[in-house]
């Protein structure tokens, strides 16, 4: 039995149709001095962007993550929708992840790739987004999930597109084609800084105007960064009251015990300092007040 990996079609540059050729890039015919210099930008990406976001603190030591199985375009369903793409454009790997075709391409085809599956049925953009790799590949992985509600669809409706994206480089946008892209993109350019081409109103969608930053970048801290923390202040009042109003709790795991008010201990403190007796007969999580404060009611309310 082949492996996963002999299933992963790769297509080189040079079997990619002829009339392509013309249009390829001059930095296609990478020389070793340009892919070292591509190296040591990925390497300096790397060092910028640091993995900042919190990691579970304890793995099994013979825990190995579980691959999702994947398997290959012959055969499918999805066979004339790759043959159809790979005619048009050169196509990096094909193959069917979690029941849906996956075609990886160049960034600078994802326009022309959408407009060609718009046509041949698939109408919907279901989702866009990005994965943030820049930790540890100098990148972000783009992907456009597609939707056909076509009955001749039957068996091949959803299909991913993927492609990678330089931090630095900037990728056309769809929303041309697909209108659910004029907000995905803006959150995507919001949340992750990615730039889009010819978005006609390419602005922050979630955060403010002026917010510092893009929080799902992993290099970006959870608790947020010194212009996060001191947003609030710094709009109201000005930077000049920072010390007198003090930093902004953010938190959201935060117990003062000095704080009885706040974070009341069941088994301690009862309203206004007055102290809490726990029914034996009742589950702890049900307390009550203390005796001398308890009265009968005559009758309900």
């Given at each position: 039995?082949?492996?996963?990996?002999?299933?992963?079609?790769?297509?080189?540059?040079?079997?990619?149709?002829?009339?392509?050729?013309?249009?390829?890039p001059a930095h296609a015919l990478d020389s070793s001095a340009n892919a070292s210099c591509q190296a040591?930008?990925?390497?300096?990406?790397?060092?910028?962007?640091?993995?900042?976001?919190?990691?579970?603190?304890?793995?099994?030591?013979?825990?190995?993550?579980?691959?999702?199985?994947?398997?290959?375009i012959e055969g499918s369903a999805w066979?004339?929708?790759?043959?159809?793409?790979s005619y048009f454009f050169p196509i990096e790997r094909a193959y069917i992840e979690l029941g849906i075709a996956?075609?990886?391409?160049?960034k600078d085809d994802i326009l022309g790739v959408m407009k060609r599956l718009h046509r041949l049925g698939y109408?919907?953009?279901?989702?866009?987004?990005?994965?943030?790799?820049l930790a540890d590949e100098g990148r972000f992985e783009m992907f456009y999930l597609l939707h056909s509600l076509?009955?001749?669809?039957?068996?091949?409706?959803?299909?991913?597109?993927?492609?990678?994206?330089?931090?630095?480089?900037?990728?056309?946008?769809?929303?041309?084609?697909?209108?659910?892209?004029?907000?995905?993109?803006?959150e995507a350019y919001d949340m992750l800084g990615i730039e889009f081409l010819n978005h006609p109103k390419l602005s922050r969608l979630i955060m403010p105007r002026d917010w510092v930053g893009h929080p799902l970048r992993r290099s970006y801290p959870l608790q947020g960064d010194e212009s996060a923390s001191w947003y609030e202040i710094d709009k109201i009042f000005g930077k000049e009251y920072r010390e007198v109003v003090g930093k902004e709790q953010?938190?959201?795991?935060?117990?003062?015990?000095?704080?009885?008010r706040d974070f009341s201990r069941i088994d301690a403190i009862g309203e206004e300092g007055e102290g809490l007796y726990m029914d034996a007969a009742k589950a702890l999580f049900v307390k009550n007040i203390a005796q001398a404060k308890k009265t009968l009611l005559p009758k309900r309310k």
């Open positions: 039995m082949p492996s996963t990996a002999d299933w992963i079609r790769q297509i080189p540059e040079s079997s990619a149709p002829a009339h392509h050729t013309h249009n390829a040591h930008q990925i390497h300096q990406t790397r060092q910028t962007h640091k993995d900042v976001q919190k990691k579970s603190t304890h793995t099994p030591r013979f825990y190995q993550p579980t691959h999702t199985a994947k398997s290959p066979e004339v929708i790759y043959n159809h793409l996956v075609f990886w391409v160049k109408e919907t953009l279901s989702d866009m987004s990005a994965v943030d790799r076509q009955s001749s669809f039957e068996g091949k409706r959803r299909v991913r597109v993927k492609c990678y994206l330089g931090e630095n480089e900037a990728i056309d946008s769809i929303s041309s084609v697909f209108s659910l892209a004029l907000w995905s993109e803006r953010r938190d959201s795991t935060r117990v003062d015990e000095k704080n009885p």
